[in-house]
Structure formats: C-alpha cells, structure tokens
Nanobody, 116 residues
Framework: QVHLVESGGGSVQAGGSLRLSCAAS????????MGWYRQGPGKQREWVAN???????NYADSVKGRFTISRDNAINTVYLQMNSLKPEDTGVYYC??????????WGQGTQVTVLS
C-alpha cells in the first residue's frame, strides 16, 4: 500500500509563488510516474504536470513556463514549484503516484488560493 502526504498549499497574491510537496511512503519498489492535478471551483479535475522515468517532465499548456515539477527519488517525493500565479490557478491540488505493483494513488489534496 502507498500512502501520500501533501503539503505547501495556501493563499498568495497574484504573481506570487508557492511550492507543493507530496511524499510517498509504504512498500515502494519503484515509481515510474508522479504527477499533479487540480480542481478549480465548479470545474472538473484537470491534469497539471507529471514527471516520469529519466526525469522527463510534461506540462499542461496553461502552466507551461510558470510551474516546474521535480522529484527526489531518495525520499519518494514530488514537488511542484508554482511561480507567476494567477487567480485561475486557484483550486485543490492533488498529487498522483503510480508506483510499481500498486494501483494509482491520490493524495488528500491541498488548497491553493490566488488572490487578485
């Protein structure tokens, strides 16, 4: 079983920055993919970014150039550095981890509020 703990959400003025973290624990052998999703008020959950083997990163067009995803394999943690935040970035951010031998696991979510 994989357990995820997210941290780093909060409120920030437009143009500001936040850094989210998601630490995975449990019987983990390898994590081929780690990613972030978000759900804005009244919206469906959407993919934001992911990082896969060899640290290849992918981003949604809406965050490209502003957000950076990274991971520390030694501690099974994925990060999302969010810069130049906009009010439309407001929402609950969820990490998703695809660990080898386990079903995809979602974090509990962390609230990000960007004030205009």
């Amino acid at each position: 079983q994989v357990h995820l703990v997210e941290s780093g959400g909060g409120s920030v003025q437009a143009g500001g920055s936040l850094r989210l973290s998601c630490a995975a624990s449990g019987s983990i052998y390898d994590i081929p993919s780690m990613g972030w999703y978000r759900q804005g008020p009244g919206k469906q959950r959407e993919w934001v970014a992911n990082i896969v083997s060899l640290d290849i990163t992918n981003y949604a067009d809406s965050v490209k150039g502003r957000f950076t995803i990274s991971r520390d394999n030694a501690i099974n943690t994925v990060y999302l550095q969010m810069n130049s935040l906009k009010p439309e970035d407001t929402g609950v951010y969820y990490c998703k981890v695809d660990a080898y031998g386990h079903a995809p696991t979602w974090g509990q979510g962390t609230q990000v509020t960007v004030l205009s």
